[in-house]
């Protein structure tokens, strides 16, 4: 197991206090590897909480330039990076608030070939894409090899997250087994996806530390308008084509 040097001891002093975190679950942040599927909206801050908590490895996959459209909701990608790669940008702030943290930038489509290289060696995925079909790809990918991957998603004002942990619960086949077309544009606050992706990078650091109780086959759905938060009760498809054969 990795050892703390004294620098990380003192930065990572406080989340150490935490019931059950002490130096063994810092370890343990600090030997992960996840990979974040786009990094955007919900990438940032997903990616700078990762960071930020001392997450060893983050790969981080998005084959988009920051746009001035992206600017409302997409914080790790400031005015000074337009035109740049996205995945170049976030990796100069993850490396400018984290020097300890391995970042692995990668400018790539995910499709059925590259997915194979993308999910093969990292512990969760963390879903920070805009697009149903990808994260259908993604969620095959994750349960043929039995990664976690953390389900979110954002529309306007309302969130959406689940952790999907194959043999252990619904995968994303089974909560949506229809395909359905996603648009190109939809409203977004730029907060959506900051409690989102902060939900959604509790949930990483639970999986990887053993602490606490990960949201499997359960949405938790967060309503901004009416500032509620919700949990709806989500069930395995025995006939997912999916994850069907998969769980024990
Ligand atoms: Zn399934």
């Given at each position: 197991m990795v050892e703390l040097t004294e620098q990380e001891r003192i930065r990572y002093d406080r989340q150490m206090l935490?019931?059950?975190?002490?130096e063994e679950a810092q370890r343990k942040v600090k030997a992960a590897r996840v990979a974040l599927a786009g990094v955007g909206g919900l990438g940032s801050p997903v990616a700078l909480y990762l960071a930020a908590a001392g997450v060893g490895f983050i790969r981080i996959i998005d084959h988009d330039i920051v746009n001035l459209s992206n600017l409302n909701r997409q914080i790790?990608?400031?005015?000074?990076?337009?035109?740049?790669p996205k995945v170049e940008s976030a990796a100069m702030k993850l490396t400018q608030l984290n020097s300890e943290v391995k970042i692995d930038a990668v400018n790539e489509v995910i499709t059925p070939d590259t997915a194979k290289d993308l999910f093969?060696?990292?512990d969760v995925v963390l879903d920070c894409l805009d697009s149903l079909g990808t994260r259908m790809l993604v969620n095959s990918e994750c349960v043929r090899r039995r990664i976690p991957f953390i389900y979110t998603a954002v529309y306007g004002m309302e969130g959406y997250m689940t952790s999907i942990v194959p043999g252990k619960g619904p995968c994303l086949r089974c909560i949506y087994p229809h395909d359905s077309a996603s648009s190109d544009k939809f409203p977004v606050l730029g907060t959506t996806p900051g409690v989102m992706g902060c939900l959604e990078a509790t949930e990483a650091l639970k999986y990887v530390t053993g602490i606490g109780t990960l949201a499997i086959g359960r949405m938790v759905v967060y309503d901004g308008e009416r500032m509620q938060f919700d949990s709806v009760t989500l069930k395995r498809s025995p006939a997912c084509r999916a994850c069907r054969g998969s769980v024990e």
């Open positions: 935490l019931r059950g975190w002490g790790a990608h400031w005015g000074t990076d337009l035109g740049r093969r060696d990292v």
